[in-house]
């Protein structure tokens, strides 16, 4: 029994990201994320879930980092 | 969750790889967005603001150090390379910064000449050039944090104490992944903290919210003036260069461990009541 092949774009649309409204070339980029990038942007998406609402009421002043 | 369709400009261009980083860190925005705008709220704000000037001492006074680093890195192999074979025999090649891919990916693409990571690699030419140019523009950004720091009535000799695990955590890795693998990883560092600057508003915002006195912000209003301008020169540059897949991969991957420690440094400073 062989391991499943790696899907990003799977892996994204089952985490919850919106891939049925990717265009192609997002496709095209996203699918070629691996597992560690994928874990990450999951991992990113769980945080934000729970407050996203206070990110639309108040983006206007966001932003902060600086290089 | 909504996820921007990018407006890239130059996309389709060149190698597209700046196109597909800045794409891969828009996913990720929306979590570093949320940390800031909690960072902001308007209680305890005067209090949060001064240990943010502190947190981003931590961080800025690594930005030349690091551009300094990656550039001497071009015209030298990793630390710790391992012996390589010839892929110009066929031979394989382990640990390669050209060809090799650390990260979890399959080892594509590279083009070390007779063994040599340096010579073969033509990313490392221009992202020198990219490098040299632009470290100047951001020397001295830590001395107007601390002018900043005095002037929102904080103590110059706070950034005495040591500097905080989690802002080891946002600018450690691009150390290790300069000195150990190859230095064009740190322009997936630069992409995420310059693609996601202050808002022009914001300064104004913090003022107004804090009563503290516009010398207090100088750095902010810099950044989010230029800020805009000097991502997309990172993204242009990646559009240009040719990156093998798993130096395509590091970057992302830099990039998004940036907007993941980035978040968590947020989220602490905005933990701050």
Redesign the interface.
């Known amino acids: 029994m062989t391991a499943p092949e790696w899907n990003a774009l799977d892996a994204l649309n089952a985490a919850g990201f919106p891939v049925g409204s990717f265009t192609a070339e997002q496709c095209e980029v996203f699918g070629r994320l691996s597992t560690a990038e994928v874990d990450m942007l999951v991992d990113l998406k769980a945080r934000l879930d729970a407050v996203e609402p206070e990110v639309q009421a108040h983006g206007a002043v966001a932003g902060a980092a600086l290089f | 969750?909504?996820?921007p369709?990018p407006t890239v400009t130059g996309?389709g261009a060149g190698t597209g790889h700046g196109?597909?980083l800045r794409?891969?860190l828009q996913?990720?925005a929306?979590?570093?967005?949320?940390a800031?705008?909690?960072?902001?709220?308007p209680q305890g704000l005067r209090r949060r603001y001064l240990a943010?000037l502190l947190a981003?001492h931590e961080?800025?006074r690594a930005?030349v150090p690091l551009m300094e680093l990656a550039a001497a890195g071009c015209d030298r192999p990793a630390a710790g390379d391992p012996v390589r074979g010839d892929p110009a025999r066929g031979d394989p090649v382990r640990g390669d910064p050209v060809g090799g891919d650390p990260?979890?990916?399959a080892a594509v693409g590279g083009a070390a000449v007779g063994g040599d990571p340096v010579r073969g690699d033509p990313v490392r030419a221009p992202l020198r050039a990219y490098l040299a140019e632009h470290i100047p523009e951001?020397r001295d950004?830590d001395d107007w944090?601390l002018a900043d720091l005095v002037a929102a009535g904080g103590a110059a000799d706070r950034p005495g104490r040591p500097p905080g695990p989690l802002a080891a955590r946002l600018v450690g890795p691009q150390y290790y992944w300069i000195a150990h693998w190859h230095p064009v990883c740190l322009l997936g560092?630069?992409g995420?903290?310059?693609?996601?600057?202050?808002?022009p508003?914001?300064a104004d915002?913090l003022a107004a919210a804090t009563g503290l006195c516009g010398a207090a912000f100088r750095?902010?209003r810099h950044?989010?003036q230029v800020?805009a301008g000097?991502s997309q020169a990172v993204f242009d540059l990646l559009d240009r260069l040719p990156l093998t897949a798993p130096q395509?991969?590091a970057v992302?991957?830099s990039g998004?461990?940036t907007?993941?420690a980035?978040?968590d440094l947020?989220?602490q400073l905005g933990a701050i009541t």
Do not use: C
């Open positions: 969750m909504s996820i369709n996309g196109t597909a794409m891969t996913l990720a929306p979590a570093v967005r949320r800031a705008v909690h960072l902001w709220r943010y981003m961080v800025i930005s990260l979890g990916g951001e950004h944090l560092y630069i995420a903290l310059e693609g996601n600057p202050p808002s508003l914001l915002h750095t902010l950044h989010a800020d000097h395509q991969r992302r991957v998004l461990h907007m993941s980035l978040t947020f989220d």
